[in-house]
């Protein structure tokens, strides 16, 4: 029975895992300026363009649906054509696993970069992520693969709920969940709960940190201790070098006439009133 329905959990992963067609993003990143700003910790966030992105986004109101975590060059892990693995991310019907970052040139995506993260608590926070490789999930909760496949509209207040697993597999449905986890592993804060504690002495705010299953890739992008680092912008932007369609390349535009140069051609000797010869040039303008 077990193996059924594990079965039966890959089948489901596979189809949730499928993408839809016609899917164009709005504004892909350039790849040569994304990989030269990402930097380890950094979480690279991913549109998507398969069935369980779609929901993702629904249930979370959001553009994103994916996420991952840059860790830089893995030795000893690289694709086919030698790029080597620099994210970590949690799959569905795959778990966790590393892969290049060209996987994600074509989609739309956004770097968000923890603030005043140490350099001990990052190289812990890849660590965390990089020690978890090779963990699967518990596919034999179809229930909870299922939730994916519902139509309904569903109330804000349950969306939330809607992500997470209710197996108690360390392991976790939404890819977010693993990156939160190695964030905390560190007591870094991404939305932490926070209650206002009133007293005759002082006022305090007590952070909790949320459960890591409750985290969607939204989170990072709305996190104040994390901020949006747009390729674009950070190597110098000058809207003045831009091409814009319906104006002409420069290389394309009709040659201009050079200035004309006007040389001095002859010199003759004029007699003045006092009967004294005097100079007088004449000018010549010639077009080029």
């Known amino acids: ?4 329905l ?13 993408p839809m067609s016609g899917y164009e993003p709005f504004t892909p990143s350039d790849p040569h300026a994304l990989a030269a700003t990402l930097a380890p910790g950094d979480v690279l966030l991913i549109e998507g363009n398969n069935h369980i992105s779609g929901v993702i986004k629904y249930l979370t109101q959001s553009t994103w649906s994916h996420a ?5 060059p893995m030795p000893g892990q690289s694709s086919g054509d030698g790029e080597p693995h620099t994210l970590i991310e949690a799959n569905l019907g795959e778990g966790v696993v590393s892969v290049p970052l060209s996987k994600y040139f074509q989609f739309h995506t956004r770097i968000c970069r923890p603030v005043g993260l140490t350099e001990h608590d990052r190289e812990r926070v ?8 090779g963990l699967d999930y518990d596919m034999k909760n179809i229930i909870d693969l299922m939730r994916y496949l519902m139509p309904l509209p569903i109330p804000a207040r349950w969306r939330r709920r809607m992500m997470a697993l209710g197996s108690g597999d360390p392991t976790r449905i939404i890819c977010s969940a693993l990156i939160a986890q190695a964030f905390e592993s560190v007591r870094y804060p991404i939305l932490p709960k926070v209650t206002l504690m009133d007293s005759r002495l002082a006022r305090r705010e ?4 949320r459960h890591s299953s409750l985290y969607a890739p939204r989170d990072f992008d709305i996190s104040p201790y994390f901020r949006v680092v747009k390729p674009t912008l ?3 932007f000058d809207y003045r070098k831009m091409h814009w369609a319906d104006l002409p390349r420069l290389r394309d535009a009709a040659p201009q006439a050079p200035a004309p140069v006007v040389e001095d051609v002859e010199v003759t000797l004029v007699p003045g009133l006092d009967g004294m010869p005097r100079m007088r040039s004449r000018r010549r303008i010639i077009a080029r």
């Open 1 to 4: 029975m077990g193996r059924v």
């Open 126 to 133: 890849c660590a965390y992520a990089v020690e978890r490789l």
């Open 206 to 209: 007590i952070l909790e940190i």
């Open 68 to 72: 991952a975590l840059y860790v830089g």
């Open 234 to 236: 950070e190597k110098g």
């Open 6 to 18: 594990d079965n039966i959990g890959q089948a489901l992963a596979q189809y949730l895992e499928r």
